[in-house]
């Protein structure tokens, strides 16, 4: 799902991934403050900063896109859904031009990065998760209101979630690759 959401226009991720942030970060402003002046300056201010942080993460990916659209550049519109299957359901295409491209686009989607460097990233994102749980017992323990203690405990429930399925996805997608590339006769 997120190869085909960097596949798309810099204006189709920033038209899908602003009203999402926008939401996100309006049940923030919600659960961690006491009600604001009115509920149309919240409003407001989420649909900006979501706007403004979608632009941001959109704009920050940009290099990911291009690499992707470069690895998918050279087969058509069912040849790319092939070889993102295969890359993300490990379904190895029978033209060896298909799995090349689906390892390209594989190894593009984790940012050309090695065995290695992958697993420094995975420690690094549960030294994250940790540290993102230790601040919300913390902000728990420390805030009064009901609604910051809320706060806390949905973020923590977030990360829980999103992290771990982001490692997930990230060992598949190599396991995938690897699966891919035995199968070429040059990859030995």
Not at 16 to 25: K, N
Not at 34 to 63: D, K
Not at 135 to 147: D, I, R, T
Request: net charge positive.
């Amino acid at each position: 799902m997120m190869i085909r959401f960097t596949l798309q226009p810099f204006w189709v991720r920033l038209l899908i991934s602003a009203p999402i942030l926008a939401v996100f970060w309006g049940a923030g402003i919600s659960l961690s403050s006491s009600p604001s002046p009115s509920v149309l300056h919240s409003v407001v201010f989420a649909v900006f900063v979501g706007v403004a942080l979608a632009a941001w993460i959109t704009y920050s990916r940009e290099p990911a896109h291009r690499a992707l659209v470069e690895a998918v550049a050279s087969v058509d519109k069912t040849g790319r859904g092939q070889a993102i299957a295969a890359v993300v359901r490990g379904d190895v295409p029978s033209d060896p031009e298909l799995r090349s491209v689906a390892i390209r686009l594989g190894s593009a989607y984790l940012g050309g990065k090695s065995a290695d460097q992958l697993k420094r990233q995975e420690r690094q994102t549960w030294m994250v998760l940790v540290f993102l749980g230790l601040l919300c017992v913390a902000g728990v323990v420390v805030e009064s209101s009901v609604h910051a203690r809320l706060y806390f405990v949905a973020l923590a429930l977030i990360s829980a979630v999103v992290l771990p399925l982001g490692l997930l996805r990230a060992r598949r997608i190599q396991r995938n690759i690897s699966t891919l590339a035995e199968g070429l006769p040059d990859a030995a």
